[in-house]
T-cell receptor, first 112, second 115 residues
Framework: QKEVEQNSGPLSVPEGAIASLNCTYSDRVSQSFFWYRQYSGKSPELIMSIYSNGDKEDGRFTAQLNKASQYVSLLIRDSQPSDSATYLCAVNGRQAGTALIFGKGTTLSVSS | DVKVTQSSRYLVKRTGEKVFLECVQDMDHENMFWYRQDPGLGLRLIYFSYDVKMKEKGDIPEGYSVSREKKERFSLILESASTNQTSMYLC??????????????FGEGSRLTVL
């Protein structure tokens, strides 16, 4: 059974701080990694995707991937209250027909 | 913009009823998915489809079936609803070929309560 693990939180950070969200996965053949943000009562929306080892930056968001350690993280710089949400890590496998497997999510709370 | 539309936002059904949850996407996506989301359990894959009339079981298919007669429409069927199927159901679609799964676009969700 493929698994994606995240700390459920809540992770509380003050406005302007860096929020660090972590995710580990069990399937070594996983090739694609995603971070989704889900506001309360809303559907998940994609904020970052990463496919290669290293860092990928998009505005205030940086995704980091380490396939050897089976670890993916999301850094949010200059955190804002509007970043308060649940962040879902999702992973897929290499075999054809595999869908995304989601972690249970980490709840982030940014206080002003 | 990609739009994934789920026919019902809120449904209340009785135990034993047959329930249909409809999902339509307007971007000619090949791939469609049904997940359910429960507190503490996260998003769990029920069924998915990579082509018309094709379906594959996800992690929790028991008690569910699906239908994909047209590319844009993917229906989730609860043959005999039970209280443990009370949940938020999320439909999603994606465009890449089946060998690689890319971004999922989600519908707004259907919150089903089974009494």
């Amino acid at each position: 059974q493929k698994e994606v693990e995240q700390n459920s939180g809540p992770l509380s950070v003050p406005e302007g701080a860096i929020a660090s969200l972590n995710c580990t996965y069990s399937d070594r053949v996983s090739q694609s990694f995603f971070w989704y943000r889900q506001y309360s009562g809303k559907s998940p929306e994609l904020i970052m995707s990463i496919y290669s080892n290293g860092d990928k930056e998009d505005g205030r968001f940086t995704a980091q991937l380490n396939k050897a350690s089976q670890y993916v993280s999301l850094l949010i710089r200059d955190s804002q209250p509007s970043d308060s949400a649940t962040y879902l890590c999702a992973v897929n496998g290499r075999q054809a027909g595999t869908a995304l497997i989601f972690g249970k999510g980490t709840t982030l709370s940014v206080s002003s | 913009d990609v739009k994934v539309t789920q026919s019902s936002r809120y449904l209340v059904k009785r135990t034993g009823e047959k329930v249909f949850l409809e999902c339509v996407q307007d971007m000619d996506h090949e791939n469609m998915f049904w997940y359910r989301q429960d507190p503490g359990l996260g998003l769990r894959l029920i069924y998915f489809s990579y082509d018309v009339k094709m379906k594959e079981k996800g992690d929790i298919p028991e008690g569910y079936s699906v239908s994909r007669e047209k590319k844009e429409r993917f229906s989730l069927i609860l043959e005999s609803a039970s209280t443990n199927q009370t949940s938020m159901y999320l439909c999603a679609s994606s465009s890449p070929p089946r060998e690689v799964t890319g971004e999922l676009f989600f519908g707004e969700g259907s919150r089903l309560t089974v009494l």
